[in-house]
């Protein structure tokens, strides 16, 4: 339930239900606390950016702040003119007004002026902006990962709900992955630090979560029957038997890394909100949009260098296929909110398809799933942040 700010005790019917018919109720009065959420990052959505007309080139720049702990945030903005490979125009402090700069307090419709016409910016709608919050306590979401505001949409199925989450509009790549896990896996299929990483099973996508949130001071998602998260502690073998891949549970208030859903990976794919409801991810046109068998010369290749979708993520149709974490199974029907997959199965899903496969396995609703402990030449995965 939403809570108003400020808010010492709420008043509640309490009742108590028999076959379905209200038996007992009775008014409660019941105290309200606010509890710290550790490492929860301030939440910056909502952002809109505009041009006024009159000829005063001034850009008047909306958005929400929220921070799960009233801490005062440090605002900044950038603006990319590549489709969002990049954030690398800063506007000049000199130049900008309104809620913009330091120690400032959540809020809505919160609005920065920005004097454009005094550093000679030509703009025009390619330009994207990104507002930047800092409480000087949260680890910063990393630059790379986008806010996918949650949403509705249709499966083909059912009608499902996702709520908001950060995504990492790349896949992730053979240097990231080097940096946690101490080797680079791919072979003969495109090699280089910006490629995607591959020859990566389900269970090597499970552990570089883990390891990269206990890396930079998160709390990892991922635990291993009774031992703990830290894959440190994990039996030997956990990672070469298909079967122990239900010994995995996943905390999903965790703030650390971890693969998407399924329901979110296409979600996103689709264009979060924004989506045009195109074929492939970002376009009609797959080779826009993906490196797939007619256009990949038989190879991977550096993540981001088509263009993106509508949320500005790279490569959901195409380059390598994404492990997903839902085990394998048929849609259920009925609508539903933050699914987290079929509860027995053998298989997990994978999503996006490859380089070397045709355009219909590149579309953003077909699926399939893989045993998890195997892993190919073309199959990698991107990571997935939970949202304050």
């Not at 950038?78 to 690398?88: P, V």
Request: proline fraction near 5%.
């Amino acid at each position: 339930m939403d809570i108003p700010s400020g808010s010492n005790y709420l008043r509640l019917r309490l009742s108590s239900k028999f076959d379905g018919s209200t038996k007992y109720a009775h008014w409660d009065y019941v105290k309200v606390e606010k509890t710290p959420i550790p490492n929860a990052a301030p939440v910056v959505s909502n952002v809109t950016a505009s041009q006024r007309t009159d000829g005063s080139k001034i850009v008047d720049i909306w958005y929400d702040l929220f921070d799960a702990n009233d801490e005062l945030c440090d605002i900044s903005v950038k603006l990319s003119d590549n489709g969002g490979a990049s954030y690398e125009i800063i506007p000049s402090p000199a130049h900008l007004s309104g809620d913009f700069g330091d120690d400032l307090p959540s809020g809505s419709n919160k609005h920065i002026v920005w004097n454009a016409g005094a550093e000679s910016y030509t703009l025009d709608t390619s330009y994207l902006y990104r507002v930047y919050a800092d409480d000087g306590y949260s680890p910063p979401m990393p630059e790379n990962f986008v806010l996918v505001e949650g949403g509705s949409f249709n499966n083909g199925t059912s009608n499902v709900t996702v709520s908001s989450f950060y995504m990492d509009k790349y896949e992730l790549t053979q240097s990231g992955y080097q940096a946690v896990m101490g080797s680079n896996p791919a072979l003969n299929y495109g090699v280089g630090s910006n490629y995607p990483v591959y020859y990566v099973s389900w269970f090597n996508a499970i552990e570089y979560c883990n390891r990269r949130s206990m890396q930079e001071g998160l709390t990892p998602c991922y635990g291993y029957s009774s031992y703990g998260t830290n894959p440190d502690n994990w039996p030997a073998g956990w990672n070469t038997n298909s079967s122990n891949h239900t010994n995995v549970s996943c905390n999903w208030t965790a703030n650390g890394y971890r693969l998407p859903t399924e329901m979110e990976w296409m979600f996103a794919a689709r264009g979060g909100n924004l989506t045009h409801n195109y074929t492939y991810s970002g376009s009609n046109d797959i080779n826009a949009v993906a490196w797939y068998t007619s256009n990949s010369g038989s190879a991977a290749h550096s993540v981001g260098t088509k263009a993106a979708n509508e949320l500005g993520i790279f490569d959901m149709s195409g380059n390598v296929w994404e492990w997903n974490w839902d085990i394998y199974g048929s849609y259920p029907s009925g609508t539903q909110t933050d699914p987290h997959g079929a509860t027995s199965g053998s298989t997990r899903v994978r999503r996006g398809g490859g380089w070397g496969h045709d355009a219909n396995y590149c579309t953003v609703s077909y699926r399939n799933g893989g045993s998890v402990a195997n892993y190919f030449f073309n199959l990698g995965f991107r990571c997935v942040r939970v949202s304050p």
